[in-house]
């Protein structure tokens, strides 16, 4: 991970205390922070973990918000969709196919333009039934218009959801964001995070204001009207045009964020990990990069000259700075924590997007073999990555390899 510094003077003002707590709790303390206006809540694992702490802190009256616990999560989506639209700072969220019975809610959110922001537990896909962590569930939005972000620890859950807030809010975009943190590897997962104090988070986060977009009998306006073929094209090019300025906005708020907290995250949008000298890299998200950061070390030691790069942010995909970095390197091995049924190469979503940026950015274009593996929650261990780096090391040298393979797969 980055290393996330700050001067002595600056770390007395904005920290208020240091706390040993899981990611889904990191995640919730930012919601207080945020002065988050309404949250709704339906259980599903391992998601819960965020609403049960919410409800604790709401009890203990340590948080002022509506807390709505729905009848299931299209309910939950709903509500905190019109209560955005009306001015309400909102979050919920959900897990696998809790995020898939929202589906409908979610689809119609970024044509609304309403900055909610979400956590996503990510688990498997039933059936069969699985705890685990798969990225498939977020990534079902991909497409429609959601700003997608991984992250690897709970420091950064706490801090990417202030900037979720400040990124989805900002008046030029107006876009849903999920925040995607791997189940049990990092909702249930403690460890000692730095939480900064109201004053700092009220500098950096101001309120939120829908302007003339405001949904209220004084200001009559139409949400959701019937367009059929007369206004969609126009309304889907709005909506595409937010892309265009995404990779802009969010640089713009790491920067007020390492401005204002101190903490230094680098290039927003994917992390390197010894990659300087390197040869050849594997790149992954979210908690992968723990086995894959001990894998690198034990490689190094060894004289494998194998780094590593971590992708925050899915969408916006920063193709062009992606391409600008792997395009240094003699092979690339992706590791997917999802499937892609019939994809080009039978391929992962993030080594078909990674070999996409490739083409139109790189002028190297080295290999690029995809690796899918962890499904269902199962380890991606150390071995399970010398064997991937195995494989890219011996693309680099122009031996033929399969262009997908599963990692650690029982015969």
């Not at 905190?80 to 639209?85: E, G, L, T, Y």
């Not at 003339?212 to 595409?240: C, G, K």
């Not at 139109?360 to 995809?370: D, E, F, K, M, Q």
Request: glycine letters at 8%; charged letters at 25%.
């Amino acid at each position: 991970m980055a290393t996330l510094t700050m001067p002595v003077q600056e770390k007395k003002k904005s920290i208020e205390q240091e706390a040993l707590i899981t990611g889904a709790e990191a995640i919730a303390i930012a919601c207080k922070l945020a002065n988050v206006d309404v949250v709704t809540a339906y259980p599903i694992r391992p998601y819960d973990t965020v609403m049960q702490y919410i409800s604790q802190l709401v009890a203990d009256g340590e948080m002022d918000c509506e807390y709505i616990v729905a009848e299931g999560e299209h309910s939950q989506f709903e509500i905190v969709k019109h209560a955005s639209a009306c001015g309400a700072r909102v979050f919920c969220g959900s897990s696998g196919v809790g995020w898939m019975y929202a589906m409908e809610a979610l689809t119609v959110t970024p044509a609304l333009r309403i900055p909610m922001v979400a956590m996503v537990g990510n688990r498997a896909l039933d059936d069969p039934g699985a705890f685990g962590v798969e990225h498939n569930d977020a990534l079902a939005v991909r497409d429609l218009g959601w700003l997608l972000t991984w992250v690897d620890s709970a420091q950064e859950a706490l801090d990417t959801a202030l900037i979720a807030y400040r990124v989805a809010e900002d008046r030029r975009m107006f876009v849903p964001l999920a925040i995607s943190c791997d189940g049990a590897f990092l909702t249930h997962s403690q460890a000692l995070v730095q939480i900064p104090s109201a004053e700092q988070v009220k500098k950096f986060l101001p309120r939120y204001d829908r302007g003339d977009l405001l949904f209220h009998p004084d200001n009559v306006i139409s949400v959701a009207p019937q367009a059929n073929e007369d206004w969609v094209t126009e309304i889907r090019r709005q909506n595409y045009a937010v892309t265009e300025i995404a990779c802009d906005v969010i640089r713009e708020v790491y920067a007020e964020f390492e401005h204002t907290f101190g903490r230094k995250y680098g290039n927003p949008f994917f992390e390197e990990y010894m990659t300087k000298d390197a040869d050849v890299v594997l790149l992954g998200m979210g908690t992968l990069s723990t086995p894959a950061r001990v894998a690198i070390r034990k490689m190094r030691e060894e004289g494998k000259k194998v780094g590593f790069v971590r992708l925050r942010w899915f969408r916006p995909f920063a193709g062009p700075e992606i391409a600008k970095c792997l395009e240094r390197f003699k092979a690339v091995g992706v590791i997917d924590r999802d499937f892609s049924f019939g994809s080009p190469n039978l391929s992962g979503v993030v080594a078909t997007e990674v070999r996409s940026a490739m083409y139109t950015g790189s002028a190297t274009r080295p290999p690029v073999l995809g690796f899918i593996g962890g499904l269902g929650g199962r380890e991606i261990t150390v071995p399970d990555l010398e064997k991937v780096a195995d494989s890219v090391f011996d693309a680099a040298k122009g031996i033929a390899q399969p262009l997908t393979q599963w990692i650690g797969l029982r015969g």
